[in-house]
Nanobody
Framework: QVQLVESGGGLVQAGGSLRLSCAASGGTFSRYVVGWFRQAPGKEREFVSALIWSGGLTNYGDSVKGRFTISRDNAKSTVYLQMNSLKPEDTAVYFC???????????????WGQGTQVTVSS
């Protein structure tokens, strides 16, 4: 069973950057789609980005297109989310997830990490 651990969250000023990491254990990402979701206080969890590990195809939510980049490191079984030009509205807990469908629908992802907090100050 795949276990996911996120890291890299923190406090950053608006306009700054952060890179989140999602490391897999108990398996490899090679058979999965890996997604990032986020949940702000009082709001529903929303799709941020996804990547098909085997082919590298990516997808992004409209609110992060052009600012965030998802990538992978095969050797480390790790997926990254590079976040640039951060805005206060990007403040949320960010979760990575793994599933077998390339989709924005969180219910399709079977495995979830514990989340990492990102706070963007204005």
């Amino acid at each position: 069973q795949v276990q996911l651990v996120e890291s890299g969250g923190g406090l950053v000023q608006a306009g700054g950057s952060l890179r989140l990491s999602c490391a897999a254990s108990g398996g490899t990402f090679s058979r999965y789609v890996v997604g990032w979701f986020r949940q702000a206080p009082g709001k529903e969890r929303e799709f941020v980005s996804a990547l098909i590990w085997s082919g590298g195809l990516t997808n992004y939510g409209d609110s992060v297109k052009g600012r965030f980049t998802i990538s992978r490191d095969n050797a480390k079984s790790t997926v990254y989310l590079q976040m640039n030009s951060l805005k206060p509205e990007d403040t949320a807990v960010y979760f990575c997830a793994a599933g077998q469908r390339f989709t924005t629908v969180q219910a399709s992802y079977n495995y979830w990490g514990q989340g990492t907090q990102v706070t963007v100050s204005s």
